[in-house]
């Protein structure tokens, strides 16, 4: 009876086993897709072209919201901006309200003519797919980086989804690390619409983890990739005040309170000064 129980367990081991290796191989094999039927904000992907000091971003995503999210008016613009005259740099979350332990973040780029360009790393869905954090941890979404108009991606998530939302200044080690990151975010973003497409990774490839990359690149080992809070990415901000890359003495709590710019938006609205606008902090 033990001889045929045994050989039923080793049947059993070696079927999983096989359908375990099955499913590596196909998610090895799987391509990202450049082409699909993709959901309307994701549909245009941004590009860079860079000549010295300049670099020209094309479609630079401008939407309209309201009186919803799903109410959109499509929007873009090709814009030049001198990397001279890159004035700081500030680091955008915002947590999820149906999930706790989650949240978006993303990173902008503030110019001295009064210019913003959000920089936001995202999961490419087609019209329909949905994002789910099991699936992104399969080979599901295309990684994208879009280039969007600040207000675009911030009074969305302040207004529309009404998440709460946290712009916090950037603290830089030296001051020709924000052009290395804005150039090495650029760089990145024209190679996933050509050379080198990638797949966003719930783990490891996240808006998040991503942007800790580029930081590392930047500063090796600054932050490490293992960090639970590159995961549960609704403390990432609390992860980036530790390591020093807040441009503030406050605890995370106070921080938190200054820096949100959920009042500031709701009270401004859609206006041409809408970022300068929800920077004007409570001291």
């Known amino acids: 009876m033990s001889f045929f129980k045994n050989k039923i367990v080793k049947r059993t081991f070696l079927t999983l086993l096989s359908l375990v290796a099955v499913f590596f191989v196909w998610q090895g094999v799987k391509s990202v897709p450049l082409e699909g ?47 001279r005259e890159l004035k700081k740099i500030w680091y955008v979350t915002e947590p999820f309200n149906e999930n706790q332990s989650a949240a978006h973040t993303f990173v902008s780029f503030e110019f001295n003519n009064g210019d913003f360009l959000a920089i936001s790393i995202e999961a490419r869905k087609t019209k329909a797919q949905s994002y789910s954090i099991w699936k992104g941890a399969l080979r599901t979404y295309p990684l994208i980086y879009i280039a969007a108009n600040e207000r675009d991606v911030v009074l969305l998530r302040a207004n529309l989804r009404k998440d709460k939302v946290y712009v916090y200044p950037v603290k830089l080690e030296k001051p020709e690390n924000g052009r290395l990151l804005l150039v090495d975010m650029l760089e990145k973003m024209n190679s996933l619409v050509s050379t080198e497409p990638a797949w966003y990774n719930t783990l490891f490839t996240n808006c998040t983890s991503a ?73």
Do not use: C
Not at 48 to 75: C, S
Not at 223 to 247: P, R
């Open 37 to 83: 039927d993709w959901q309307e904000h994701l549909a245009i992907p941004s590009t860079a072209e860079f000549n010295g000091d300049l670099v020209t971003v094309k479609n630079v995503r401008n939407f309209r919201y309201g009186p919803t999210e799903a109410d959109m008016q499509a929007g873009y613009y090709d814009r030049v901006y001198d990397l």
């Open 211 to 283: 942007i800790a990359a580029h930081v590392n690149k930047l500063s090796p080992s600054r932050l490490s990739i293992f960090s639970w809070q590159l995961w549960l990415t609704a403390s990432a901000d609390e992860l980036a005040l530790k390591h020093g890359l807040l441009d503030t003495t406050l605890s995370i709590e106070e921080a938190r309170k200054k820096f949100s710019i959920n009042e500031a938006s709701l009270r401004v609205g859609d206006v041409p000064a809408y970022s300068q606008e929800i920077r004007k902090f409570k001291e």
